[in-house]
């Protein structure tokens, strides 16, 4: 047995095991939310029309005994790309940030537990209150807070908006429905000061996809910050990060949650 098997029994979890007893759930201190759409769930690396990935994990994105994922069954396992393979199902996914982000994050924090929530092509309608991508969100984290034996919800990374970049009305309305999400969702998770990490979108419709992303750096709630991804790579569709801007991507969303919000000291040893 692989020293990486080994520690992954050591953990109660299988690799490929889909369901595990409460009782041999690993206990995931640090969990973060990975929610928003289609660069969130991941298209680096997707290719021939959106239809197949091209299976390149960059070493910043290599899986490790070290994160985990909570999977559509609400079960724990070792985290991989397409991270949201079983989540954002009806598309293909690839790379995205959320690999990258744990990598850099377990080096401080230790056993990382990822609950993956995003779907692509949806707009910020979509994950109001009482809608099934909100409630299947929120859902997840519950889930992920009792299968980690009260691991602590430490952040919600959200990448989404690209959707709301179609029409005046949308994107001028971004920033309230945005707001509400965040009040929202810190409610029913009884976290009033969750940390919120979004990303200001490097692509959309051109005609209002800057009122979008001054709506996202306006922001100004507590325990709110925001990565600009403009300028980070884009395929050839224009709209999808590279896998090289998702690597990029999870390592800053990692330093802002690092330098804004983690109350752990490096080890010294």
């Not at 098997?5 to 206990?27: F, H, T, V």
């Not at 807070?145 to 179609?166: C, F, H, I, N, P």
Request: proline share 5%.
């Amino acid at each position: 047995m692989s020293k990486q098997n080994s520690n992954l029994k050591g953990m109660g979890i299988s690799r490929s095991s889909n369901s595990q007893s409460q009782s041999e759930a690993p206990k995931c201190e640090q969990i973060f939310v990975l929610s928003g759409q289609s660069n969130m769930a991941g298209r680096g690396g997707v290719i021939d029309h959106n239809k197949r990935w091209d299976g390149v994990v960059p070493p910043e994105c290599q899986p490790n005994p070290s994160i985990l994922r909570l999977n559509a069954h609400l079960s724990w396992e070792e985290a991989r790309e397409p991270l949201h393979a079983d989540i954002d199902a009806r598309k293909q996914c690839g790379v995205g940030p959320g690999m990258a982000f744990a990598n850099m994050v377990r080096e401080r924090v230790g056993l990382v537990g990822l609950v993956p929530c995003a779907v692509g092509g949806t707009a910020i309608k979509e994950w109001a209150r009482g809608e099934h991508l909100y409630e299947n969100m929120v859902k997840r984290v519950r889930a992920a807070m009792k299968e980690g034996e009260g691991g602590e919800v430490k952040a919600l990374l959200w990448y989404q908006g690209e959707s709301d970049t179609s029409t005046h009305h949308d994107a001028e309305a971004y920033q309230g429905k945005m707001e509400k999400l965040i009040s929202d969702v810190r409610e029913d998770l009884q976290l009033p000061l969750l940390p919120i990490i979004q990303v200001a979108i490097a692509s959309g419709d051109e005609k209002y996809m800057e009122i979008v992303r001054e709506a996202q750096l306006r922001i100004k709630l507590p325990n709110v910050a925001c990565v600009d991804a403009k300028g980070l790579p884009l395929k050839g569709d224009n709209l999808h990060l590279t896998t090289k801007a998702q690597v990029k991507l999870g390592q800053m969303l990692a330093d802002a949650y690092l330098n804004n919000f983690d109350s752990s000291k490096p080890s010294s040893s």
